[in-house]
């Protein structure tokens, strides 16, 4: 006569068949995010009804594997959701009926002291495997809630654990009872594997907290310990990678620079750690290593999105639901792919390489222009790339650096055809006067909003004198003199807008505590001044009109008084008037003075061209002997 099944065997099979129906699903379908979403929310009201159906019965040592086996796969699939409370409801419940089962109750309320109470009662079982099982899950909650004190509390426990499951080879106490009961529970998830990606993330977890309270040194071992751990490519890259930024904190920059190798090494898309060696290569000066380093930066950037394979039997549970630190985030973030363009086209245009600088503006124009801009690499299951909100110039800006990089590249044309598109843009939004003020005055006599648009009011006037600068070199540099004065005389008619409310700050170098952005907006104004009066005082002089020439280069050398050109033009036309002795002082006085270098701090347009009618220093040096002959 046909027997029914027991219930214990009917809900074995009830859940092994939940288990085999989602590991029948494609990985890539399981992450799509709109399947993975209702999949998992299906699939755990299905182990949350069989829960119920077997909690609906006393614990007994019969059936506990089965009912413990069930709360670790409905767990798994509320962590995979970020469920933390409805986790943390499961694990406590499945803590109090052990207790119960066992007759070990425990009085305390305190999640930390009921878990080492059941691990008490349950060391000598059968099922002491199933309760180390649900300890992993709850030390997953912990690490997913970023709770590290709760984790370095249970230190001891968590030790035990690992040591337990990698003993007994994970999962070996499941296969010699399913040898004897073919109707084992089966798990969705592996838990050795799940435990062995715990560790590396906790890690790496701990390592980036510590390096936020500036105690990169205490991290550092246990994070090179880590690189060894068996674990995906991308998270023993990210070991490499904290390891790097923990001896950049203590200032070992070419230690540094071999860890983020190294990361590299290991995960070819850890551009993080890309990004870390071209702050490095910055930090130590190395132009051109730095140049290389954004070069391979941008072009990692600019691959399409890719996915690690699974790491076998936790593909439901990637890294990145551990990793939500926010120091960690903090370290992981890295400028978007248009950031790194422009700071590799304007390194490369300050150091030399000005022909691959312009081919990188405009390659970032036209980025800019087009619908499908480059994405950003990111591992969406496997790392937490953190894309930066852009910090690019505003367009007007860029436009001109780009401008400034063509002339530097002798393409005067292209250059004025980018200058014309940023005047016409510009021009019917040009104020007809700005009070400068210092920024405690305009803080006091200007709401927010109202400062906010004197600043770009301001920024307005900026670009387009920047731009006509910008023409007036263009002209000098193919000998229109004429046009060249025009185009520097409306610089200066834009400059003459900017009034100065206080006019003793107007020459001053702001100090550490003004606001930055008003100071650079003072030394872009001034420079602007100076630069254009040295080119319309240049342009007088090939025009031989020396005198306009004299007070011209001598305003700009009151505004800008390092100014090279000025400086020794200045002189030139003192000896073109015979007043040879003064132009010696000039000419002396300029070499004496300190060079500055080009610098990122101030924009490249507003730098000191490097084209246009030249002065030979060795004839110069001669005239001044032949005056004071020894």
């Known amino acids: 006569m046909f027997q029914p099944m027991s219930l214990l065997v009917s809900w074995t099979q009830e859940n092994n068949k939940l288990v085999h129906n989602f590991k029948q699903q494609d990985p890539q379908d399981v992450f799509s995010q709109e399947h993975k979403q209702s999949s998992l929310t299906q699939r755990s009201s299905e182990f949350d009804k069989l829960l119920r159906q077997i909690q609906g019965i006393p614990l007994d040592r019969h059936h506990v594997e089965l009912e413990l086996s069930v709360v670790f796969n409905a767990c798994v699939r509320l962590t995979a959701q970020s469920q933390h409370e409805q986790v943390e409801l499961l694990l406590k419940q499945a803590r109090e009926r052990v207790l119960q089962m066992t007759g070990c109750l425990s009085g305390s309320s305190d999640s930390l002291v009921l878990w080492r109470a059941v691990l008490k009662s349950v060391r000598s079982t059968a099922f002491h495997h199933c309760v180390l099982y649900l300890l992993s899950l709850q030390w997953a909650v912990w690490l997913t809630c970023c709770q590290l004190k709760a984790i370095q509390d249970f230190k001891l426990e968590i030790s035990v654990l690992l040591e337990t499951l990698k003993e007994k080879g994970g999962d070996d ?63 023993i890259a990210y070991t490499h990678l904290l390891s790097g930024s923990c001896l950049t904190h203590m200032n070992r920059p070419q230690m540094a620079l071999q860890c983020y190798r190294k990361a590299v090494e290991t995960d070819s898309g850890c551009v993080c750690a890309l990004h870390q060696s ?59 792919a248009l950031t790194v363009l422009h700071s590799l086209a304007l390194k490369c245009v300050l150091h030399g390489r000005v022909p691959e600088g312009v081919e990188h503006y405009l390659d970032l124009m036209a980025a800019l222009h087009s619908e499908d801009q480059p994405g950003v690499r990111g591992k969406s299951t496997d790392t937490q790339v953190h894309t930066k909100v852009s910090s690019l110039p505003k367009l007007p800006s860029l436009y001109l650096e780009a401008g400034a990089a063509l002339l530097m590249a002798q393409r005067p044309a292209d250059c004025m055809v980018v200058c014309n598109e940023v005047i016409g843009t510009m021009q019917e939004l040009l104020p007809e006067k700005i009070v400068l003020q210092e920024p405690e005055e305009r803080s ?187």
Request: hydrophobic residues 40%.
């Open 173 to 235: 106490c499941r296969m010699e009872a399913k040898g004897k009961f073919p109707n084992v529970p089966k798990l969705l998830i592996s838990p050795i594997r799940l435990v062995e990606l715990l560790q590396i993330c906790t890690v790496i977890t701990q390592g980036a907290e510590k390096l936020h309270e500036g105690l990169g040194s205490e991290a550092l071992s246990d994070l090179q310990a880590a690189s060894l751990l068996p674990a995906p490519r991308a998270l």
């Open 278 to 336: 071209a702050l490095v290569y910055r930090q130590l000066k190395n132009s051109q290593a730095e140049i290389q380093a954004l070069r391979l930066l941008h072009s990692t950037l600019l691959l399409p999105s890719s996915t690690e394979p699974f790491e076998a039997g936790t593909r439901l549970l990637s890294p990145s639901l551990f990793l939500r630190s926010q120091s960690l985030s903090s370290l992981l973030s890295v400028p978007s």
């Open 444 to 630: 006091l006599s200007r709401t927010g909003d109202v400062r906010v648009e004197g600043e770009d009011r301001l920024e307005v006037l900026i670009c387009t004198a920047a731009a006509y600068l910008l023409q007036g070199h263009c002209y000098a540099n193919t000998k229109d003199w004429k046009q060249a004065v025009t185009h520097y005389t409306r610089c200066v008619g834009l400059l003459v807008k900017v009034h100065y409310k206080n006019r003793g700050f107007q020459t001053q170098t702001p100090s550490p505590d003004t606001d930055v952005q008003w100071g650079t907006n003072v030394c872009i104004l001034q420079r602007l001044k100076g630069l254009s009066l040295a080119g319309r005082g240049i342009s007088f002089t090939q025009m031989d009109r020396l005198k306009e020439a004299l007070r011209d280069l001598q305003l700009s050398l009151q505004a800008l008084p390092e100014g090279v050109s000025a400086g020794l033009w200045c002189g030139e036309v003192l000896w073109r008037l015979g007043r040879r002795r003064e132009a010696a002082a000039c000419w002396e006085k300029t070499w004496t003075s300190p060079i500055k270098s080009p610098t990122e701090t101030l924009p490249v347009y507003v730098q000191e061209p490097q084209t246009g009618p030249l002065l030979d220093s060795t004839e110069l040096q001669n005239r001044i002997h032949e005056l004071h002959p020894v």
